[in-house]
C-alpha cells in the first residue's frame, strides 16, 4: 500500500485553520470565527452525540483501524449513533481513499474536494486539502483547476452531471475520457474516480443533513486562535450551519400535534400493509402512480423554485430561502460552471427523458459486477454498505417499540430515486405520498438535491416525536440512495461504451 508524504518546503507555506481545518497561505492576520454550537453537530444536542460514543468500545476501535485523519472526526461521531452502519461506510472509504487502487493517493484527495466543491462543501473541502497535502499533493493544486494536470480537470464534466443530473450522462461523456492520447483515463482509474465523486456528493448530503460542525482543534481550549490567512475562514458562511435561531424551530409548524402526527404515520404503515396483502395494484396502475408521484415531486419546492408552489405551502418555506447561496473564491476555484444545479427529472414543458428501469439496470446484477470488475473489491464493501442502511432496524419508532418499519424505509430510498428518474416496477409509489408527510419531502428533496440550503428549520419541522438517532438513520438513507442513483447512471453508460 502507497503512503506518501508531503514535502516540507511546500507544507512550510500553509497553515490549518483550526476552526474549519482549511490548509491556507500565511499572509495576514485574522481571528477565527467561533460556532456557535458546541459539538459535531448543529442540528444534534451535543449530549446525545457523546452518550453514544463514552459507551461504544467499537466506535474507537473503527477509528483507530479505519479513519485517515486518525481522530474521531465530527461526521464519524454522528454517524456513531448506528455503529452497524458505521463499520461498512469506514471499511469502504478507507478503501477507496487509502487501499491499493488505480488512482495515486493525491489524485484521489483532490477528486474529493472537486466533488465537495459542486455543493460547498467546506467542512469535506478543508478535510481533503489537509489530506491532500499529507500524501505528498503539489500544494500549488490548491489554487485551483488551472493549476492541475488537464486530465483531472477533464472530470469536471461528468463531475457536474453527477452531482446535479446524472441522467444526461451518456456513453460519449466516457468515450471522451477514455479516448487515446495523452489526458486519456483507463477505464479502472474512471471507475474508482466515479465512485469517489458519488460517495462525496452523497457524503456533502450527509453533512449539511445532519448539522455537521466545522472541526475543533483539541489542543486549545477554547478551539481557535490567531493565525495567518489570506482570507477569512468561510466555513460559517458556505455551510450556514451554526446558527441557532429560536425562531427557525420545528415548533412553526404547529400543522397536526407531532403526538397525532406520529399515530397517523403509524395507522398508515399498519394500512398499507393490509391493502398489500388485500390486493396487488396492477402494473398499468403502478406505472401512473410512479409519473403521478414524478410529477408532484415538481411542487416539492427547493431554493428558488419555491414560486411554483401553491400557496397555501409558501408560508411554510419561503424564508428558509431569502438569500442565494454566497458561493466563496475559496470553493469555487474547484469547479467550473458554478451555477449549473439541479433541475427537475420531470421538468414541465420540456421533452420527457426516458424513465431509468431499475428492472433494466440493477445495481445488484449490472452495476455491481462491472465496478468490482474494474476496480477490485469496492463492489463488495459498497454492496454491504447499501444493504446495511436498507435493512437497518432496531424495529422502533419514537416511543414505540415492535414496529416493522420496512415500508417507509423502503420509501424513503424509493422517493430519492424517483426524484432522479429511477423507477421500480415492482413497487407502488402511492405509499410515498401515504408516508411521507410534505414537510419530510422538502426536506428529502433539499438534501438530497441542493444539500447547502439545508437548515436547522427544515430538520426540526419533520418527525418532531422522533429521537434524533432516527433522523441521522434516516440521512443514511437519502446518502447510499443518492450515491447509489449516480453510480447507476455513470455505470450504465460505462456498459454501454463497452457494448
Known sequence: MNRGGSSPSAAANYLLCTNCRKVLRKDK???VSQPLTRG???FIPEKEVVQANTVDERTNFLVEEYSTSGRLDNITQVMSLHTQYLESFLRSQFYMLRMDGPLPLPHRHYIAIMAAARHQCSYLINMHVDEFLKTGGIAEWLNGLEYVPQRL???????KLLAHRPWLITK???QKLVKTGENNWSLPELVHAVVLLAHYHALASFVFGSGINPERDPEISNGFRLISVNNFCVCDLANDNNIENASLTGNNFGIVDSLSELEALMDRMKRLREEREDEEASQEEMTTRFEKEKKESLFVVSGDTFHSFPHSDCSLLSSDFEDDMIITSDVSRYIEDPGFGYEDFARRGEEHLPTF???DYTWENHGFSLVNRLYSDIGHLLDEKFRMVYNLTYNTMASHEDVDTTTLRRALFNYVHCMFGIRYDDYDYGEVNQLLERSLKVYIKTVTCYPERTTKRMYDSYWRQFKHSEKVHVNLL????RMQA???????AITRHLT
Do not use: C, F, T, V
Open 486 to 492: 449516480e453510480l447507476l447512471y455513470a455505470l450504465r
Open 29 to 31: 492576520r485574522i481571528r
Open 357 to 359: 428501469r431499475a428492472q
Open 40 to 42: 459535531p453537530s448543529a
Open 153 to 159: 480537470k477533464n472530470l469536471n464534466e461528468i463531475n
Open 478 to 481: 437519502l446518502m447510499e440512495a
Open 172 to 174: 460519449e461523456h466516457i
